[in-house]
């Protein structure tokens, strides 16, 4: 069942990302014009980003951003794609023409030797600059004051001849008394792209929040941001839309985190819903790229397996293809530090060989048995009292090995039986049989009439049944939820252990079953945007909300794990608050 499970959370954190899919990240490459003009600063953005990398380069909107607060153009220099001497040439004209304060932007592939961070146009290269380098030089500009904004992460450089050997801690970023670093990452975590906004997701949130988006972080927004606010509003976005991997630096300086960095002008910045929003899309596009990693793999690997496969079959074309249904069929990714199922598609061609491969030679081995009996005399119809003894027939079903004809008596006996006590006893006989042999399609079945017109208060049996409609089709997720309810409407024949693992694995087996079918209702809510379909998907969300919570609940009280049962919660609800620890 746990299997099953995390390919329905899956598919749900999926399909709820959905709509969330559909909200574009708010631009930043148009800030608003204002009148003031900052006659005394400048900006300085640097790029080892070439106009043919596929790098996404910030460094032409960080330029135009500075333009439009106010700097004179000459103040503002853009150097892309150069060496870094001529970086470093361009930094120190434009630091001379700049009394008040000075911006520097860099920009390009980061990485670490010995501890040192360096960039440059790609790792390893020679022509590079040294953060530590750059930092010093600042110091000593005749700038009030500077801010360094560095959107790029410094991984530690692979071992190859010669190089630096991987794993050495980095040093403290470098500092200086008038140089404020912001930097995109605090350690040797990589930064993150994010590919719906087109841009590195430090340099994005970076942009809005010098734009006026961090305005009012710590409470209502006054028209300023301050570097506190700033640096405050983009680790927590970085952490909400990038999953929590990258660390974007702090300044530690009291003094420097309530300097006002820019006021005024500021365009209208997103609400607080529509963060939300893009960390539901950016989940599920992250989501759905390590899901596609996996399948795509796993459809190679089926490509490959089908040359080998011959028409009937083999025992090493078995041993093959039950290789690899034990290997897809567990296949999972790790998503924000959260592991997630996926199902294969061709998981379930390769059990339909096997089955076909299984019903081969079950008939070859009866053409067998046919040959070795022809001559021989049909053997008479069992007489009814073949099956009046249940205590005589109860060995044997247990085993599987009740005769045909030995179930067709017991059946009908069922059918003239008026007594409900009898019919129960009847009827499960014929269950454990089903059960022993392995036929499950017969079990369903008998078990659907047993619950249906015989009897449904035994609990075991119904979650039984409800669990065995769950590895179906979604067309009986209803059913399995309805046969969740009248095994918990029961419960009380349950007690001490078994009473706290049977009640929460039913409600665990019901918010799984409500989740998928809010998945289901929110796929047909974007296949035809109705309004009828729109009251469906929030029916379905409420129910799956408070199946959620049930689960949690119960998990709480008992002290059982309340991983899967929170994720779920928090799905349905889209707020952690509703959902406690």
């Not at 900006?43 to 980003?49: I, M, N, R, T």
């Not at 010093?136 to 004051?145: E, F, H, Q, T, Y």
């Not at 070795?372 to 109860?394: F, H, I, M, N, Y």
Request: glycine share 8%.
């Amino acid at each position: 069942m746990r299997r099953f499970l995390s390919v329905v959370t899956l598919s749900l954190a999926l399909t709820f990302s959905a709509r969330a899919l559909a909200i574009e990240p708010p631009r930043v490459d148009q800030p608003a014009q204002v009148s003031a003009r900052l006659k005394k600063d400048g900006a300085v953005v640097l790029s080892f980003l070439g106009a043919s990398s596929t790098e996404p380069d910030n460094s032409p909107v960080y330029a135009s951003f500075f333009q439009a607060r106010g700097m004179a153009s000459e103040r503002v220099e853009v150097v892309r794609g150069a060496s870094a001497s001529k970086q470093l040439e361009a930094l120190e004209e434009t630091a001379a023409r700049v009394k008040g304060t000075l911006w520097v932007v860099m920009t390009g592939v980061g990485w670490s030797e010995d501890g040192a961070r360096y960039l440059g146009a790609s790792a390893g290269d020679a022509d590079r600059l040294a953060l530590a380098q750059v930092v010093d030089l600042l110091g000593s500009v005749r700038a009030k004051r500077v801010f360094l904004i560095v959107d790029a992460g410094f991984p530690a450089l692979p071992k190859v001849a010669g190089a630096a050997t991987p794993g050495v801690t980095l040093k403290p970023w470098p500092t200086s008394k008038k140089v404020v670093v912001w930097a995109a990452t605090t350690g040797s975590e990589p930064a993150a792209l994010y590919p719906a906004a087109g841009r590195s997701l430090f340099g994005y949130f970076s942009l809005g929040a010098l734009q006026g988006w961090a305005d009012g972080e710590f409470g209502s927004a006054d028209g300023t941001v301050t570097l506190e606010e700033a640096q405050t509003f983009v680790a927590r976005l970085v952490k909400q839309v990038g999953g929590g991997a990258q660390r974007p630096t702090s300044e530690p300086r009291v003094t420097a985190t309530s300097t006002p960095l820019f006021s005024g002008g500021f365009a209208v910045a997103p609400k607080a819903n529509d963060y939300v929003e893009l960390a539901r899309a950016a989940r599920a596009a992250r989501i759905k790229s390590a899901e596609d990693a996996v399948k795509n793999e796993a459809a190679s690997a089926w490509l490959a397996l089908q040359p080998t496969l011959p028409a009937k079959p083999t025992p090493q074309a078995t041993k093959d293809l039950e290789a690899y249904v034990a290997k897809w069929d567990a296949a999972s990714i790790v998503v924000d530090a959260t592991t997630l199922g996926v199902a294969v598609p061709e998981v379930g061609e390769a059990r339909a060989k096997l089955d076909a491969w299984a019903r081969l030679a079950q008939k070859g081995k009866r053409k067998r048995g046919q040959k070795r009996t022809r001559g021989a005399a049909a053997a008479p119809p069992a007489p009814p009292s073949a099956c009046q003894d249940l205590v005589k027939l109860e060995p044997r079903a247990i085993t599987g090995e009740l005769t045909e004809v030995e179930r067709a008596c017991v059946e009908g006996r069922i059918a003239a039986e008026k007594k409900q006590t009898t019919r129960d006893k009847l009827s499960r006989v014929l269950l454990i049989d089903a059960d022993a042999r392995g036929d499950t399609a017969r079990w369903k079945d008998l078990a659907a009439r047993h619950l249906d017109s015989i009897d449904r208060s035994d609990p075991d049996l119904c979650f039984r049944y409800a669990l065995v409609l769950s590895r179906g089709s979604l067309d009986d997720a209803e059913d399995v939820v309805r046969w969740v309810d009248v095994a918990l409407e029961n419960k009380h024949d349950w007690e001490g252990p078994k009473y706290m693992a049977r009640v929460y694995g039913l409600l665990q087996l019901k918010a799984e079953m409500s989740a998928r079918l809010w998945a289901e209702a929110e796929a047909d809510f974007l296949d035809e945007r109705s309004d009828a379909n729109s009251a469906e998907a929030e029916l379905a969300r409420g129910g799956a909300k408070t199946a959620a919570r049930e689960w949690l609940d119960q998990a709480r009280a008992t002290d059982q794990s309340t991983d899967r049962a929170r994720v779920l919660c928090e799905a349905a609800a889209g707020t952690s608050e509703a959902c406690p620890r």
